[in-house]
């Protein structure tokens, strides 16, 4: 897959089979999406591309909405593009300026113009354009103007679960990892670096990896103990993560901290990957150290099971 950033690096194809949007999570809807996208692209004998704008949209148009949270950095949402078979991903900055760009103005200077569209593929509730005025009707239309065909994958295709990112988000806020994994298609991940931490995990028995994520806008679930598997130099590992403030020590810092099983290297500084499994418990505070102590006991055991 070919990833561009920016319009303007982009030639057009002889037969472009596209499709827009912002593909957060690129849950199981947009699946539908991408699936009947390089469908298209193999019967036509064509080269599929996806558009998509980063910044999110709503971080450049509510800058002062400091609450909006992400499923994926882009290069997180690359990767899980990749697995489809995508053969060109176009990645839009997105600025207010962009947001005064007319459906009209959209339509026949880069889908035209730039792409070479032949085929539109959009989900049934898809708007672009100044004000979100593009639309299927629009296109369908004013289908005798453009060079091309759109499609629209009809709603029963793509909700018929009800997913949608702003579900997916709920999920994880409520740290219901396993819906969000049936609405993703896939566990939910995070990726950050390995930072030093106060060594009181070591201390109790269950030394911990401290992660710090480098994108702030990424979505962290829920304040819990989760069993998880995680991602270090193409080996996974199965452990148990920590999410919270640490009440039993009168924390204040929101942690998140893995105890990796059978894992004594040094990895200071580097990145790994944590795949939101199951849930445990919920956080909860300790009378003393040796409660918590016989807790950890429990949840390695609860975490073994659950990922045997």
Same mark, same amino acid.
Do not use: M
């Given at each position: 897959m070919k990833i561009y950033?920016?319009?303007?690096?982009?030639?057009?194809?002889?037969?472009?089979?596209?499709?827009?949007?912002?593909?957060?999570?690129?849950?199981?809807?947009?699946?539908?999406?991408?699936?009947?996208?390089?469908?298209?692209?193999?019967?036509?004998?064509?080269e599929s591309v996806v558009i998509t704008y980063w910044p999110h949209p709503r971080l450049v148009l509510k800058p002062e909405d400091t609450s909006i949270r992400l499923l994926n950095t882009f290069e997180e949402k690359a990767e899980l593009l990749k697995k489809?078979?995508?053969?060109?991903?176009?990645?839009?900055?997105?600025?207010?300026?962009?947001?005064?760009?007319?459906s009209h103005e959209y339509i026949n200077?880069?889908?035209?113009?730039?792409?070479?569209?032949?085929?539109?593929?959009?989900g049934y509730d898809h708007r672009f354009g100044k004000n979100r005025e593009g639309s299927f009707e629009e296109l369908k239309n004013n289908a005798h103007l453009y060079s091309f065909e759109v499609e629209e994958i009809p709603r029963q295709d793509i909700d018929h679960a009800g997913v949608s990112s702003t579900r997916i988000r709920k999920a994880l806020a409520e740290?219901?990892?396993?819906?969000a994994k049936q609405l993703l298609g896939s566990s939910y991940s995070i990726t950050g670096r390995v930072i030093a931490g106060d060594k009181i995990g070591r201390m109790l028995g269950f030394p911990t990896a401290n992660i710090e994520l480098d994108y702030p806008y990424k979505l962290i679930p829920a304040d819990a103990i989760y069993a998880v598997t995680v991602m270090h130099?193409?080996?996974?590992?199965?452990g148990m993560l920590y999410i919270g403030t640490r009440p039993t020590i009168n924390g204040t810092k929101r942690n998140i901290e893995v105890n990796i099983f059978d894992f004594d290297k040094s990895i200071y500084g580097e990145t790994i990957t944590i795949n939101f499994e199951y849930l445990i418990r919920s956080d909860a505070?300790?009378?003393?150290?040796?409660?918590? *102590? *016989?807790?950890?006991?429990?949840?390695k055991i609860k975490a073994l099971e659950l990922l045997t």
């Open positions: 950033h920016g319009i303007e690096d982009f030639s057009p194809l002889p037969y472009a089979v596209v499709t827009t949007g912002t593909f957060d999570g690129v849950h199981v809807g947009h699946q539908k999406i991408l699936n009947r996208l390089t469908s298209l692209a193999k019967i036509h004998e064509g489809f078979g995508i053969n060109h991903l176009i990645r839009i900055p997105f600025t207010k300026e962009f947001s005064n760009v007319s200077e880069i889908l035209v113009k730039k792409i070479g569209t032949k085929k539109l593929v959009i740290a219901d990892v396993l819906q130099e193409r080996a996974l590992y199965k505070a300790f009378s003393d150290l040796e409660s918590l *102590k *016989k807790q950890l006991a429990l949840d």
